[in-house]
């Protein structure tokens, strides 16, 4: 540092001292005359077109929410809508199921009713052809006993055995 003293280096000289004042001067002069104000209206326009740019980014903003708005209320619109079409959706499904209950019942009870009517009609055939085989075995019986010449006790006898086996025959056929 003593070199650079010692050297001037950090001395004043009037001389250069005006001369650098009056340089400086004239360039800031110069630079106000032809540069300050275009770099002023620049500067100025810069600025307007910022708030300009600061005003449309709000408008937008505005337009941005009114449409967000709009948007949460289309979206609950569409979840109400949703939400009756499921409901109808559900009333309309249990009517069906209903529906098909109700026609399923209808159809058993006319199957049952047609199932009844066919168990009482092969019973009846049943019931008649063994009142069929009833008079075919009276009817074996009184030729078997009358075709025997049997007195008393053998011919009961042989009564009594046609009768027991015809009471097995009927304890066969008996509606249950």
Known sequence: MLSILQDGLLKVEPGLFIWTLLTFGLLVA????????????????????????????????EKVDLLLANRKETLLKAKEEALDIINKSKASAIEIKNKILTEAKIQAEALLKKAEMDIE????????????????????????????????PKGYELLERYLTEYQRNCSQFKPH
């Not at 104000?37 to 408008?59: F, H, N, P, Q």
């Not at 063994?130 to 010449?149: A, G, M, N, V, W």
């Open 121 to 152: 009609q092969t019973r009846a055939k049943a019931l008649d052809e063994f009142k069929k085989d009833i008079i075919d075995i009276s009817f074996q019986l009184t030729y078997r006993y009358l075709q025997r010449d049997l007195d008393g």
């Open 30 to 61: 110069v630079l106000w005359k032809l540069v300050w104000g275009k770099v002023l209206d620049g500067l100025d326009g810069r600025a307007a077109k910022i708030s300009s740019d600061l005003e449309y980014a709000k408008k937008e903003r």
